[in-house]
């Protein structure tokens, strides 16, 4: 058995986070993580070539500062995402090029219903404490609908109501019917509004790390150093008046509190003991992820910047929903990051390898032209499939569950504390979202511990 100050589980931003902060305290700490890597929902691969390719997030944008302070920690430097050139939009069977946030190449109506709508989301989210979101004044009623019943009662043009749908149930990888409209505007709010959440530029894919998320969590471990084991799935967490014994299948660690730092949906398969506040372990039921494939399509050169296009582009219902250039900091080679999402990524998880690569590049060659064709290369990253993962990015919360179970986010549960994206308030559902719940749990377990040690607990 090893015997630390605390026991983190989860080697993803959020973990290895509260395990850096911990460790520069001066506190001895383990870390336990499911597979055999780092970075949780993030994941950089390192090529032959020395290029670099992020198979899981890899955006960075103003107003994250807790993500910038560790790469200015680590000495990583960032670069802005490329945006000259046209953006694509396939809708109704019609292509249109523009430059921009809204494709004002639409008719009139639906572009102007799509910018009135993108206001009201946008007053929306300015009603929604973020650290109570069901407390606001229309929590109930809005916690009561899901997104897809709001957009079809507000949005009247069908171009606009395809394109918001994509741009909007991509952030929750599962379809409109499947979340609640309250959770989506906290989670908006959370990020600043619409506008950030759905720009690149001076928005949420405004930058990336250079080297990737790799260049940041790799020099994190290394802080860390021989604390961190991996391929460790915890199976139990047992917690007593003076401790927490932590197992999986071949190590046991016995500290004085542990770090959840994992998705909601893989934290419900811990078995506990004696089992969580029904309000928890609930939320760990109602709080699902949803499906992503994201694609690393790989040519000699980004053809799409010569023909004057950024490489953004969106397409509802298509295999390659969203593209966006992925190239690193040098412009070689040629990356192409194709995501589908929700119930897109479900069908064409149901085809065969050769069938889906098929399927995307097809799409890709009616979008950017017959260089689309013949890649160098070809990576797939199905996240849906991932068994330590759960599915998608961020985990949503369907109606009713906010209202209900929102309070059960953060609180401890004893010993039991909790981190992961998806319990901060600022940032939720990003890499700058997991650094903080990280950062907050370890303030969090060593201020009880120095509470309890004075002779007056903080509530558990």
């Known amino acids: 058995m090893t015997d630390v100050d605390y026991c983190v589980i989860g080697g993803g931003f959020a973990g290895l986070t509260a395990a850096l902060r911990l460790s520069q305290a001066g506190r001895s700490v383990v870390v336990l993580e499911a597979r055999d890597r780092l970075g949780g929902r993030t994941f950089t691969e390192a090529r032959a070539d020395g290029s670099w390719i992020d198979r899981g997030g890899a955006w960075i944008g103003p107003g994250q500062d807790r993500i910038h302070a560790l790469m200015h920690e680590f000495g990583v430097p960032s670069y802005k995402q490329y945006t000259d050139g046209e953006a694509m939009m396939m809708v109704g069977g019609k292509q249109h090029r523009y430059t921009g946030t809204i494709p004002w190449t639409m008719s009139p109506w639906a572009a102007m219903n799509l910018g009135a709508v993108l206001l009201e989301l946008g007053h929306m989210c300015g009603s929604v404490p973020l650290e109570s979101p069901w407390a606001a004044k229309n929590a109930g009623k809005w916690d009561r609908i899901s997104l897809a019943q709001w957009l079809d009662s507000t949005v009247a043009s069908k171009p606009a109501h395809e394109l918001l749908e994509t741009a909007i149930t991509g952030c929750y990888t599962s379809a409109a019917a499947e979340v609640s409209l309250l959770f989506v505007l906290y989670q908006m709010a959370s990020g600043g509004g619409p506008g950030f959440v759905l720009g690149v530029e001076d928005g949420a894919q405004d930058a990336r790390p250079v080297g990737g998320m790799g260049a940041v969590y790799g020099p994190m471990a290394a802080a860390i150093g021989d604390s961190i084991h991996l391929s460790q799935p915890v199976r139990r967490i047992q917690q007593d008046a003076d401790g927490v014994t932590v197992r999986s299948d071949d190590s046991t660690v016995r500290a004085r509190r542990a770090i959840v730092a994992v998705p909601l949906a893989i934290a419900s398969q811990i078995l ?189």
């Not at 085809?351 to 689309?372: P, S």
């Not at 949503?396 to 992961?420: D, E, M, N």
């Open 272 to 460: 506990y003991e004696p089992m969580l506040p029904v309000d928890r372990s609930f939320l760990h039921q109602r709080m699902p992820s949803g499906s992503i494939i994201k694609t690393s399509v790989v040519y000699d050169q980004p053809f799409w910047r010569s023909d004057g296009l950024s490489g953004q582009s969106v397409a509802p219902g298509s295999p390659a929903t969203i593209t966006i250039d992925a190239c690193t900091d040098t412009g070689r080679p040629g990356i192409l990051c194709v995501i589908a999402e929700g119930p897109i990524a479900r069908r064409i998880g149901r085809l065969d390898e050769t069938e889906r690569r098929e399927a995307i590049l097809d799409a890709l060659v009616e979008r950017f032209g017959a260089k689309a064709r013949p890649p160098v290369d070809y990576l797939e990253q199905n996240w849906s499939v991932e068994r330590y993962s759960g599915g998608g990015m961020l985990s949503h919360a369907p109606t009713g569950v906010l209202t209900q179970f929102g309070h059960a986010l953060r609180a401890p549960c004893g010993r039991i504390h909790w981190a992961g994206t998806e319990s901060s308030a600022v940032m939720c559902g990003w890499v700058d979202g997991a650094v903080r719940s990280g950062e907050r749990a370890a303030t969090e377990v060593m201020e009880h511990d120095t509470a309890t040690a004075a002779g007056s607990p903080l509530p558990r």
